[in-house]
């Protein structure tokens, strides 16, 4: 057979084995590109703790809570540690404000002599409301969604107000 006929045998077993190559370096390709593209597809998703039980906050006193939070990150789960300020005026009610200052994210404490929270990074002054009485923060504290299941305050962190 010449060129001039057509393909020769050495050009058709070219483009059978480039071909091949081709086909399999796709058929490796799209499963592996799924792979590592999933974790940017699903949905991010708060996962609701029990941080604390609703007799262990007393009435009228801000407790700060401590709990420990799982955190995904792509394919890893990473646990931190996070806080939560707790008010009840009854026992019944309550009230999640996340603990960083609406000004510049700063932690703030609570001032019992005072009867107010307190940011010490630029005096920003919150009522045991999370209603801004002095300083320069924006807006009142954020409050956090929650809900009491069992006695159990169940949290997700996300923040409803602020």
């Not at 399999?24 to 974790?39: D, H, I, K, R, W």
């Not at 703030?108 to 107010?116: A, Q, V």
């Not at 920003?124 to 999370?130: K, L, R």
């Not at 209603?131 to 962190?157: C, Y």
Request: hydrophobic share 35%; with cysteine.
């Amino acid at each position: 057979m010449t060129p001039e006929d057509g393909l020769t045998r050495r050009e058709f077993f070219k483009y059978l084995v480039v071909g091949g190559a081709g086909a399999v370096t796709v058929a490796l390709a799209v499963p592996l590109t799924g792979y590592f593209l999933s974790p940017t597809w699903q949905k991010s998703k708060n996962p609701s703790i029990a941080i604390a039980h609703t007799d262990e906050i007393p009435v009228g006193i801000p407790t700060f809570i401590r709990f420990e939070e799982r955190v995904p990150d792509g394919w890893l789960v990473n646990t931190q540690s996070a806080g939560v300020w707790i008010v009840t005026p009854d026992g019944t009610n309550f009230t999640l404000f996340d603990p960083h200052c609406t000004h510049l994210r700063c932690p703030y404490y609570w001032d019992s002599e005072k009867d107010l929270f307190q940011c010490p990074c630029h005096g920003g002054e919150f009522d045991i409301h999370g209603n801004v009485v002095g300083g320069p923060p924006p807006r009142p504290l954020d409050q956090w969604e929650f809900t009491i299941e069992n006695g159990e305050i169940i949290t997700s962190g996300k923040i409803i107000k602020g």
